[in-house]
């Protein structure tokens, strides 16, 4: 039985593929977050790349990824899909379970597939300097080592709850190079707006992208870099699903069913896109896809489709997508990649359609099958992948059940070595699980902006 699946590095994909050329939908336009009128290329142009606001509105299938980005993708690129052997065993399942491994990547994640690009376009235009926000410190450090390779200058607001709980992510973009602030902070208006109101914030990944964006507004050699939800990161995000089309053809499968973790959605739409892309151009039907989110934050699954905000201070293009309010303050979960009030747009219009069912987990129920993953696969995962684990073997156990041989494919977006605080609470009991009252949710949606309504 093949246990590893590698491409050569002339097997890596030529174009991104863009799901908006394929949706069952049209998608709703994004809006101005000061006027609610449609976001013009005019609107995104001092806070983004151009390149990167020209994807952003693209509507064609394909998109040449450029050779200077591709070289770069070969560090760690093609990444590898495994076939799951011992945790298959270990369930007694009749099931095939692949996953794609994006932990191979200097930053340890999914997250530099979309870094990269975003340096490379804004390198090309002259910028000096991006500002991002970062949850767990995944995409602070993807944004860090991308910089590095193109010599930008990167400046990251680091949710506070994070910062304290994984300073080795922080040392790490301080080692390509970064500054890195715990946020909320001092310095920008948004941050100290949140600490008046609470020194002892904890911080949001919302928060963080409001003091980004004010930042970058408010210099000339800045633009801003964002990690998940945009159009144009899913779109890079899907050399992923491509490689992994490849990889299952030459071990002769397709998923019948494709599993990940959902935090904006960026790393699961790299890997499903490329295969609802078959099921939209009907090349293919009956493939079922899961998003897997935390009880502590389930946008797709108790959120409301609705048009808001990126971020707590109301800065971003409102969007339309499944939300629970910008205001909505997530739980300190250790899944900080998932701790994000709202979904890409994308991925609202095909769970819209039933194209996408979400899926929810308590803490205890994602570090049940972590640590299950580790002693079988080997793989010390993020919390954010053990999400996606955990509904991989229910999604075995189910096929046990059926005494199907479905075959699963999954995405484990990154490892876990930064994670072992987690790991460590989980295995001493001491793990909490958190899950938002309905009138939480409630309250939180009254911050939804007053647009007209998408449902
Ligand atoms: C950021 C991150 C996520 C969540 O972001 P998506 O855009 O939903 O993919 C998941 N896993 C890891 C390891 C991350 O760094």
Same mark, same amino acid.
């Given at each position: 039985?093949?246990?590893? +699946? ?12 863009? +799901? ?14 000061? &006027? !609610?009128? @449609? ?25 040449? +990824? ?14 590898? !899909? ?14 095939? +379970?692949?996953?794609? %491994? ?11 597939? &979309? ?64 500054? $890195? ?53 899913? #779109?890079?995000?899907? $050399? ?27 790393? %699961?739409?790299?890997?499903? %896109? ?40 109301? !800065? ?15 739980? @300190? ?15 609202? $219009? #095909? ?39 955990? *509904? $991989? ?13 479905? &075959?699963? !494919?999954?995405?484990?977006? *990154? ?10 609470? %989980? ?29």
């Amino acid at each position: 039985m093949v246990k590893q +699946i590698v491409l050569s590095q002339h097997d890596m994909p030529e174009s991104w593929y863009n +799901i908006v050329a394929d949706l069952p939908s049209a998608m709703p336009p994004q809006l101005h977050p000061e &006027t !609610l009128e @449609p976001m013009t290329r005019e609107d995104m142009l001092p806070l983004l790349p151009a390149g990167i606001v020209d994807q952003e509105f693209a509507t064609e299938r394909w998109i040449e +990824i450029p050779d200077r980005v591709r070289e770069l993708y070969q560090i760690w690129r093609p990444s590898p !899909l495994y076939r799951a052997t011992s945790l298959e065993k270990a369930l007694g399942t009749p099931a095939k +379970i692949f996953f794609k %491994y994006e932990g191979v990547s200097p930053a340890g994640s999914h997250k530099p597939n &979309t870094a990269i690009p975003q340096a490379y376009y804004a390198a090309q235009e002259g910028v000096k300097r991006l500002t991002s926000e970062t949850g767990a410190g995944q995409w602070g450090s993807a944004l860090a080592f991308a910089c590095a390779q193109f010599g930008l200058e990167a400046t990251v607001y680091m949710v506070r709850a994070s910062y304290n709980q994984k300073p080795y992510r922080k040392m790490l973009m301080a080692t390509w190079g970064a500054t $890195v602030h715990s946020s909320p902070t001092e310095l920008t208006e948004a941050g100290r707006k949140i600490l008046a109101e609470d020194p002892n914030s904890n911080g949001s990944i919302g928060i963080a992208i409001s003091e980004a964006v004010q930042d970058a507004m408010s210099r000339e050699d800045t633009k801003f870099a964002l990690g998940s939800i945009s159009n144009n990161v899913l #779109l890079h995000q899907t $050399v992923i699903g491509l490689e992994a089309k490849k990889q299952l053809e030459i071990a002769g499968e397709y998923p019948d069913v494709v599993i990940g973790c959902v935090g904006g959605g960026s790393g %699961y739409a790299g890997l499903a %896109y490329p295969f609802l892309y078959d099921q939209l151009s009907g090349k293919r039907t009956g493939t079922k896809f899961y998003a897997v989110e935390p009880e502590a934050c389930p946008s797709l699954s108790r959120g409301q489709y609705a048009y808001d905000y990126p971020d707590t201070a109301s !800065l971003g293009p409102v969007l339309p997508m499944y939300t629970l309010g910008h205001t909505f303050m997530p739980a @300190p979960i250790h899944a900080g990649g998932l701790r994000h009030h709202g979904s890409s747009p994308t991925m609202g $219009v #095909l769970a819209q359609h039933g194209l996408i069912t979400p899926r929810t987990y308590s803490q205890n129920q994602i570090f049940d099958a972590a640590v299950q993953f580790a002693r079988t696969e080997g793989f010390v995962i993020a919390p954010e992948s053990a999400h996606s684990i955990r *509904g $991989v073997v229910d999604e075995a156990l189910a096929a046990k059940e059926a005494g199907e041989a479905r &075959t699963i !494919l999954m995405h484990v977006s *990154g490892h876990g070595h930064f994670d072992m605080a987690a790991y460590d609470a %989980y295995l001493a009991g001491r793990l909490e699980d958190f899950e938002p009252t309905e009138s939480e949710i409630s309250t939180a949606l009254e911050s939804l902006p007053d647009t007209k309504s998408l449902v």
